[in-house]
């Protein structure tokens, strides 16, 4: 009897390593606002990147934490103590995706930041994610669907996503330059076929808008793919964490 039970114990243990000695899944936290974040069904059609960008993500090794909500700031995310979750949580070799810029620069808004204190958020993400090891990427808000009168479009982020450049390269940040980018993306399908990037519903096209939608913030599915297709490149380039080996990878022919 006591050779089985002893045989069981060594089997418990056995197992029991193989269990820890996994190696650990890397996690990517997406850390913003409502161009960003999860969507309810009834915001359908409008779309996220970061659902998106989600399935560029290999989850047998890679977990994805989209923690973006609407209408948030620098500022109000960590107030409402969204921020606090998210940095208790933290590991080593953790990701963290932070875009934010839509509704800091919009002074009308409760939640808006001046320059000095955007900055100073955005420091402050910075050093608490870098204090658990965990590795921080900046990302410039995506660019807004704003033509002038002229047909050119307008640079609505330009204040602030210079502010989260000179943060990134004087902090020695990854940066993802998804505003200038996105503007070229909104460019060439021009003033019109630029609807399709956003939410832009006619009446009675969508039951979620009977009468009709003219967002030019957020986005429609194609517009979420197309901002996460950047977001991918980018960080496929920038490889932080080796975050390319998290990535889908095609199979080979046969």
């Known amino acids: 009897m006591k050779s089985y039970f002893k045989y069981g114990l060594i089997l418990l243990a056995a197992v029991g390593f193989a269990f820890t000695s996994q190696p650990r899944k890397l996690r990517i936290f997406l850390v913003g606002d409502s161009t960003m974040s999860n969507k309810e069904l009834k915001a359908y059609p409008e779309t996220g990147w970061g659902m998106m960008f989600s399935k560029f993500i290999d989850t047998t090794n890679t977990l994805v934490y989209n923690v973006a909500q609407n209408g948030r700031s620098t500022k109000s995310f960590m107030k409402e103590n969204r921020w606090t979750p998210v940095l208790d949580s933290l590991q080593e070799g953790d990701i963290v995706l932070i875009q934010f810029g839509h509704n800091d620069e919009v002074q009308t808004k409760p939640q808006s930041t001046t320059e000095k204190e955007f900055v100073a958020n955005l420091t402050k993400y910075i050093k608490d994610t870098r204090a658990k090891k965990a590795i921080p990427v900046l990302i410039t808000p995506a660019a807004r669907r704003s033509f002038n009168a002229e047909g050119t479009l307008e640079d609505t982020h330009k204040v602030y996503s210079g502010l989260v450049r000179k943060l990134a390269k004087k902090k020695k940040v990854p940066l993802i330059e998804l505003d200038r980018k ?27 808008y009977p009468e009709g939608k003219t967002d030019d913030t957020h986005f429609s599915e194609l517009g979420a793919r197309k901002m996460a297709e950047i977001v991918y490149g980018e960080l496929k380039s920038l490889n932080p964490g080796s975050i390319d080996d998290h990535f889908f990878k095609p199979k080979p022919k046969k």
Not at 186 to 194: A, C, H, L, T, V
Not at 203 to 208: D, L, V
């Open 182 to 208: 996105s503007q070229l993306l909104i460019r060439s399908f021009g003033p019109e076929n630029s609807k399709w990037l956003f939410n832009h519903l006619k009446p009675g096209q969508n039951p979620n």
